[in-house]
Each structure stands twice: as structure tokens, then as C-alpha cells.
């Protein structure tokens, strides 16, 4: 195992009728400003929740942020910010929203261009306080320091990160997912799962628990998957899902371990040039990482094959076969086809994506394995 520091801020707050909570946690001398997406949350009654918890506050609103929020939005908001002199952040929405947000948190006072917080990494000033009432269990984001955001005039999507952008604290209640239509639900749990793998199908530093407790998640999110994907799915199987999606990217898998990401680095460049769902993206190159990766994931991937699939035959040359079989299969189960072809994406995209790794310079994986020709043979894989 390697060495590692571990410290999560966040506070959750979970549970049937929890919304109703934001008034004891937010201070009253703040104004706030809640950010949300196009709406949904008028029609399931979240908006109305938070807006009664809220009586007696200074809050103002920001609506409008799109699913893969988009730099040009998301500046508007901060000379929003930047006018009424807001003091805290409020995110009611899924991982875009809360995604969204932090970057608005970071780039009111960033001295500089704020695309250099995601393109170059910069090191964030002074960043607003934030908070989030999750409405859609996918990234993540409501429990960790990481954002992703998308700039469509360039057709470009980045990833930002830093312990700044912890949120104090996000309010879970799982009564939000029975509204959730099946095929996000469908991209959320897909998301969460290949959360997982990316901490989790890397090369082996012998970390037992992080590897019992990824499985766990893993094996979590295939159980209730069937039953949360029906039109009402039980309130237990969206509690397990909610918590599942968080557990899966809140830092708490992966101390001491080596990390991937190269699945998510590539299917964020088939969302900005494709207009791909994200969890769509992730079905469709997993299983290429998996084969093109084979040999230096093998000890977990036959580790996955036994414990979470419960192939105990899976080993050797056949570990790799049987892991995309099944992964596959499990997406194919939630209504998600695999394969660039099923979605008429073709060379002219791989040649694209290939061009802008090389031209960024772009070396990802574990142990930077996955070159900008690494990332071509993976995304060949899946035509």
C-alpha cells in the first residue's frame, strides 16, 4: 500500500425529510445564492422544499446550469456572485449543478482567467463556501473536491480538483430518485460503478480494505440496480443507491492506492465532441481499457471476476474476457449499448481525440500507461 494522507470535510446530512435541515446548517447573516439546472426541481417539489427551509434568508437564484455545465453560463452566475456580494453557495441539483458551482465558488475572486482553473490547474484564492441538496446520485461531487466542466464553444470538457472545493455539507434524501427519469438513473448507475473501477482495476499495491470496500460498492450498485431503475423502485434501494454513488468518489476508496481515470479522460472528449451522455461515454470504453490494459490490470481483474461478478474461474487470459462480458452485459441490462458504432461515431472522432491528447501533451493511467496511442488502440476497440 502506498503512503497516503486522507481527510474529507464534508459533512452529510441523510435521511427522509432532511431537506427541511437547511435551516439549521446555513448561517442567516449570509446571502445565498441557490443554483439549479433547467427545472426539474419545480416539478418534484425539491424547489419548494428548499425555498421554505429557507424562509427568513437572504437568498437570491441562478437557474439554467446544463447538464456538463457550460464555462459561459457558469461566468454569469459569478458576476452574479461578484454584484449582490454573495457570501454562500447553494447547489440543489445533480453532479452538474454541484460540479457547476464550485467553479463559480473558485472563480469569483480567481485573479486571472478562470479557464485557467481546469486547462492549466491553477492554484484557487479565496473560494466561497458551498453546500448542495443532491438530486441526482451519480458523480459524486456533493462529497469530494473534484469538478468537471464544459466549454462548448471549443468543444472542450476539464476536470478540476483541489481541497478547496469540498463542499461544508450536502443534504441526501434518497425520496428524490423516485422522480428521476429510468435513463438517468441508468447513467448514474453506470457512473458510480466505473467510479469504482477507476480507483479499483489498477495494478495491485496489496490495500485490502480499499479493495473489500470498492468491491462492496460495486457489487451494491449491480444488486439494487434492477429494482432502482423501475418506475418506483423501493425507497431502501434508492437510499442504497444514493449512498453507493457517494461512497464511490468521496476519497474514501482510494487512500494508498494507484488510480486510472483514462476511461473517464476519454469519454469526456466523446461528450464535447459527440454531445454523448457521460454515463453513455463510460459504457463504451471500459471494456476497451480492460482489453487493451489486460496484462497490467490482470491480478484485479481477476480479483473483479471473483469477488464482484463471483467468477471464481475467471484467471489468466480468461479474466479480461469474462470481466467485459459481464460488465457489459450489466450495462446493457439499464437500456446503455457499448459500442461507438451503436451511437454512428466513427474514425474521423478517434482521429480527433487522438490529435488533441498528442497535442496536449496527455499521458493518463496509472503509471501515465495510457498514451495518446494507448487511447487510440482503446477507442479502435470499440468500433
Not at 427541511?20 to 447573516?29: E, I, Q, T
Not at 456580494?85 to 445533480?94: E, F, M, N, Y
Not at 456533493?142 to 469540498?166: C, L, Q, W
Amino acid at each position: 500500500m502506498n503512503n497516503f494522507e486522507f481527510q474529507n470535510p464534508t459533512k452529510i446530512v441523510f435521511g427522509k425529510g432532511s431537506i427541511a435541515r437547511l435551516s439549521d446548517l446555513l448561517y442567516k447573516g449570509e446571502k445565498i445564492m441557490m443554483t439549479y439546472g433547467g427545472g426539474s426541481i419545480k416539478k418534484n417539489g425539491v424547489y419548494d422544499q428548499v425555498k421554505k427551509a429557507l424562509e427568513g434568508f437572504s437568498v437570491i437564484e441562478f437557474g439554467g446550469i446544463e447538464p456538463n455545465p457550460d464555462f459561459d453560463t457558469l461566468m454569469k452566475a459569478v458576476e452574479v456572485c461578484r454584484k449582490e456580494s454573495v457570501g454562500v453557495l447553494l447547489a440543489v441539483g445533480g453532479g452538474s449543478v454541484i460540479d457547476g458551482t464550485k467553479f463559480i465558488a473558485a472563480a469569483v475572486d480567481f485573479q486571472g482567467d478562470p479557464w485557467n482553473l481546469l486547462v492549466k490547474r491553477a492554484e484557487p484564492g479565496e473560494v466561497l463556501p458551498i453546500a448542495t441538496v443532491l438530486t441526482m446520485p451519480a458523480t459524486g461531487s456533493e462529497m469530494n473536491g473534484n469538478a468537471v466542466i464544459s466549454r462548448r464553444a471549443t468543444k472542450e470538457k476539464r476536470d478540476m480538483g483541489h481541497p478547496k472545493y469540498f463542499p461544508m455539507f450536502s443534504i441526501l434524501d434518497p425520496e428524490v430518485v423516485y422522480s428521476i427519469p429510468k435513463r438517468q438513473k441508468a447513467n448514474g448507475l453506470i457512473d458510480a460503478f466505473i467510479h469504482v473501477c477507476e480507483q479499483y482495476l489498477t495494478d495491485d499495491v496489496d490495500a485490502q480494505i480499499q479493495d473489500r470496500w470498492s468491491e462492496g460498492v460495486m457489487k451494491t450498485i449491480v444488486n439494487i440496480a434492477p429494482e432502482v431503475i423501475k418506475d418506483n423502485p423501493t425507497y431502501d434501494a434508492c437510499a442504497n443507491y444514493m449512498w453507493s454513488a457517494t461512497c464511490a468518489l468521496n476519497n474514501f476508496i482510494n487512500p494508498g492506492v494507484n488510480q486510472d481515470w483514462s476511461t473517464h479522460m476519454i469519454g469526456h472528449e466523446l461528450t464535447a465532441l459527440c454531445g454523448l451522455d457521460h454515463g453513455v461515454t463510460l459504457a463504451i470504453v471500459l471494456p476497451g481499457t480492460i482489453r487493451v490494459l489486460d496484462k497490467f490490470k490482470r491480478k484485479k481483474l481477476e480479483m473483479f471476476c471473483e469477488n464482484v461478478w463471483n467468477l471464481p474461474d475467471g484467471k489468466g487470459d480468461a479474466a479480461a474476457d469474462f470481466a467485459i462480458q459481464k460488465t457489459e452485459r450489466f450495462f446493457n441490462s439499464l437500456g446503455v449499448k457499448t459500442r461507438l458504432s451503436d451511437y454512428g461515431i466513427g474514425e474521423d472522432v478517434i482521429t480527433e481525440i487522438v490529435r488533441r491528447f498528442r497535442e496536449r501533451g496527455a499521458v493518463l493511467g496509472e503509471h501515465g500507461i495510457v498514451t495518446p496511442e494507448v487511447a487510440e488502440q482503446i477507442l479502435r476497440n470499440r468500433l
